[in-house]
């Protein structure tokens, strides 16, 4: 997680495939959540996750991250920006 100036932004997030869909990535977004909140310093945060990464994407997506519609060129790897308020 990183504060970026107007927002926080995680930046890498990953669950091993033995954990996922038991509710441990859901459970660590939302205390990475709780942290940011106590900081008072932004009301957002971000997650970048790559365009062609779609259980990814909706795993975001349950957890009420949504598409801005913006994106990002790493090399040759397109992120999709998803935004949630705290």
């Not at 205390?31 to 900081?39: A, G, Q």
């Not at 009301?43 to 009420?64: R, T």
């Amino acid at each position: 997680m990183q504060d970026i100036g107007l927002s926080f932004r995680i930046d890498e997030f990953y669950i091993r495939p033995l954990h996922r869909r038991r509710k441990f990535g859901r459970y660590a977004v939302e205390k990475v959540k709780e942290y940011c909140k106590s900081l008072h310093r932004h009301k957002i945060i971000i997650a970048n996750v790559y365009v062609n990464n779609e259980p990814a994407l909706k795993f975001w997506d349950s957890i009420g991250f949504k598409d801005t519609g913006r994106r990002e060129r790493v090399k040759d790897l397109r992120l999709v920006e998803m935004e949630a308020e705290l």
